[in-house]
């Protein structure tokens, strides 16, 4: 659905509340439709991102795993491989 929404559980370092954050906002701005709602929707709008803001948070916080946690680095990396396979051209570092 919302691909720029990336993966915040078991990292090292943790999820920042401003990566949860920029989550939250996508994906209020999917379900609305609206990247920047008017002033009359406004107030709505950001209790949402608020919200599932909050909501996210104790999810990621509350969840337990086995699993080591992985590298943003090298998952970057396998993400840039992934997009040259996909688009054919050689990825950006």
């Known amino acids: 659905m919302c691909r720029s929404i990336k993966t915040l559980y ?3 370092p ?3 509340d401003e990566e949860v954050r920029a989550a939250a906002l996508q994906f209020v701005r999917k379900l609305s439709g609206f990247n920047s709602p008017s002033k009359a929707n ?3 709008f950001d209790l949402a991102v ?3 803001g909050a909501s996210a948070r104790r999810l990621i916080d ?3 795993t086995t699993a080591d946690p992985r590298d943003r680095e090298e998952e970057a990396a396998k ?3 992934r997009a040259a396979l996909r688009y054919g051209h ?3 570092a």
């Open 10 to 12: 078991n990292f090292a």
């Open 14 to 16: 943790p999820a920042t």
């Open 42 to 44: 406004a107030a709505a």
């Open 50 to 52: 608020e919200e599932i």
């Open 62 to 64: 509350s969840l337990v």
């Open 79 to 81: 993400a840039r491989e």
């Open 90 to 92: 050689s990825p950006v």
